[in-house]
């Protein structure tokens, strides 16, 4: 079952039934880079303080309605301080166009040409808030946006906070395990030696290595697969209907399947075009989608009526 909420985040939230949540996928609108069309978006806020205030206080108000095994998976992308100029970066445009995003002037703290670090703001705001950072995510673009710089490296990651209420929570690893090397199988086999152990660190390392690499249930283990890391290298996918950034659906798999029980329910505060009610319900899991913009909903209707059939949306 989809369900969706139109209108503001914060009024939304609150109708929610408390300790009901199992899992969050979002990407809340960038702070500064664009302008979603509708009065009362987040991300327009004047100074990027007053931006991950509003965060928080949106954490604040999901928390008690998150059960206290959830986890929050929190997608935000960097940007610069472009100076003087007004118009946006084109991070999350399609095409270059400008959509009528006015760039916020240089602040104070953040000189010209800075990046301005608001993912890692928004991640040590939330942490002195009281919540747990459990992961830094690293999203690795192979096919990032073009940029015309040559005095630095072209960006081509965003990252993903996997954000918890509590120090125990809801994690399936088995879930989202990523193949053996063959170079690992091979140590599998062969057993760990002295010339590999050399290329580790010494001391502790070596023999939890050894311990690791020892025991049949940890051979065992390693050959079903290996724990997810934290670097996820996905192509971002244009979607037709929407012309803002949408989430690619092999990045939030992920994340729903590891965080979320099959059954469970999957919130989007800033639902966009759907995507998170789409990946929720082909896995099994209910989602509650909430959209300022009623043209969005429309675009995430069409979307899932035409990938997963009409029956499972409730409005
Ligand atoms: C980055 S987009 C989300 C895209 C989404 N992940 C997808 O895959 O389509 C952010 C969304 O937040 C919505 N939004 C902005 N301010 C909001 C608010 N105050 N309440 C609810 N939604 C809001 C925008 O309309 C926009 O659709």
Known sequence: MISFLQGDVFDNIKK???????????????WGLRNYGVNGQLGLEPTYQEHIKNIVELFRAMKPKLKDSATVWLNYGDSYSSGKRTSTTNQTLRGNKNYGVTRTPVQEGIKEKDLIMIPN????????????????II????????????????????KIWLITKNKKYYYNS?????????????RMKSGWNGN???NYASGEEQNHLSNYFGSDKAKENALKGRNKRNVWTITTKPCKEAHFATFPKDLIEPCIKAGC????IVLDPFGGSGTTGIVASQNNRNAILIELNKDYIDIANKRIHKELGLF????
């Open 16 to 30: 929610l039934e408390d300790n009901s949540i199992d899992c969050v996928v979002t990407s809340p609108p960038y």
């Open 121 to 136: 703001r928004i991640a040590i705001a939330l942490q002195d808030d009281g919540w747990y950072i459990r992961s830094e």
């Open 261 to 264: 029980p099959e059954g469970g």
């Open 139 to 158: 999203w690795h673009k192979p096919n990032p946006m073009p940029e015309s710089v040559r005095d630095r490296p072209t960006n081509c990651h965003e």
């Open 196 to 198: 590999q152990k050399k």
């Open 174 to 186: 088995d879930a989202i395990k990523e193949p053996t090397t063959e170079a690992t199988k091979q």
């Open 312 to 315: 499972n949306v409730k409005s």
